[in-house]
């Protein structure tokens, strides 16, 4: 076939195709226009999910008469004046290419004026090419109508998704940008029905109630960090006990532009890192701002990626604002009082036949005795201890062989023994991973293990994970290792097994950074290491767990993300004994 160039017609079908991928993306950049428009009240109005119109009006600046012939021009924008702009763009437009791109694959028309104007302006764009322009009576601002979207594209025509998937991703749209941009009122319209409104005069948790519902915005944890230099994170974090099976609730603006950035999702999701179980996501709204010239947008015409100057601060940041905020705020679950039955033969035992590693018998002199029966000092001690995870408890015993009762300044808690120890020893085993002391356990003769060539390329990468938490392995060929030396820890297993406890169905998912692999692995010599359940302690050995439990940074949940305590409020047990 002979070269030849493409037609106009061509070359902008091909072009929209980039900026207009369905209906949504149409809302999305005339809501942006608005937005750039410094509008107040910004109305969407959608019809069958939008293929047969969409209208986005706002009572923004408006646009004058002598420029509005070039809003159909591509590469015509007010936003941009000079080079340098480019390197500090405040707008979330700047290419010049939306409405061009929208005209060219509907029918558009646009009804606008500006406050200087007594008379509005009319266009239509007739076939993508001739205007149609007439002066009309029109409130300031613009009205944007597209009609027939995609009815000279059919092959995108027939990609277009069932209405109801249409209407989710424009809703999803307009109610995040509700909650970025909380001073402008919006309004949505699906076949002249209002499904969504949120208003300048609402409180920002209303905001936050109408786009995740009223329970979750009950529960959702707001966070601000105002103070980290020239990057300022804020938003709403969920609770560890509130959390999705995938990442799509993970909501992040960057100086008021909805993005999609991978690392900065990886921010949020290990700033839960051992808050949620494994496969499990928090419900995250973030915004972070920041100077325009340390942010580039210009990445793609959807705009939907950024690139950072410093991207590990930001990173940084935004992790360590989260992780605070959940720190200091996320309650223990609380005990689900419908299965709170009563009665049901359980026994306290309180055996000091037993004995298991990793406590460490002076501590038990610190502590106070068993017997006070006074939470009021507790209380006291509480308040002096600014930040910590958990109240004092004072053990009452244990249950089952598995469960600890501690009571607390605000009513009783249950503490799973192995959650628990799991808990303080991964905390230990971090502390001293990080600081290079362990104590190891030399095997008296040194064993080969061999793995599987997957298993055996992540124990490599890993070597010095594995040495700094006390083990002495080094390759011995193909998949094999030779093991020297152990954990003190796992120095009664069997080498063979301490090593495939690591490696065991290690599935690496695609984010998983270096640090995170080493800190499961760490984590999985605790599951390994920690009393079982079903083991029974004596009350010494409970007192000591729970008191090295209060110690830890992270008291509530185990490595994994189970809860290591349930809580059940002095109010509960009246309610259940009907006190109240
Ligand atoms: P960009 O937003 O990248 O500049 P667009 O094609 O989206 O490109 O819009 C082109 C121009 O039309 C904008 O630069 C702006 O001047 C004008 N415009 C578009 N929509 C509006 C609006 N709702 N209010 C005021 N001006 C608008
Ligand atoms: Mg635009």
Redesign the pocket.
Known sequence: MAIQVLTDRIVAQIAAGEVVERPASVVK??V???L??N?QAIRVEVNSGGRHLIR?S?D????QKS?AD??FTRH?????QSDADLLAIG????????????AAVSRMT?V?RTADEKVGTRLRLEEGASIVRSSVGAPQ??V?TVENLFYNVPARMKFLKSETTERRHISRFVSRYALAYPGVGFQLRFDNRLVFQSGPSRELREVVASVYGVEIARQMIEFNTQDEGSIQVSGFASPPSLSRSNRREITIFVNGRWVQDVRLSVAVTQAYHTLLKRGRYPIVFLRVSLSTQDVDVNVHPAKTEVRFRDSDAVFRVVGRSIRRTLLDQSPATQMDTRLWSSGDGATVVDSSRSSWIGLDRVELENRASPASDSVSDARELQKTMPDMGVPIFRIVGQVGAAYIVAEGPDGLYLIDQHAAHERVLYEAFSEQAASAHITSQALLEPSVVEVSPESAALLNNHLDTLQAIGFSVEPFGGSSFLVRALPTLLANSDPAQALMVLVDDFEEDETALDSEVDSRIIARVCKRGAIKSGQTLSHSEQVALVHRLEACKVPRTCPHGRPTMIHISVEQLERQFGRK
């Open positions: 950049e005339l942006e226009n608005a750039d428009s509008a986005v706002d923004g600046c408006g646009i420029d070039l809003v015509a924008t007010s936003k941009l707008t979330l437009g700047f290419r010049g290419e939306a409405l061009a791109s929208i646009v606008t601002g613009t944007i």
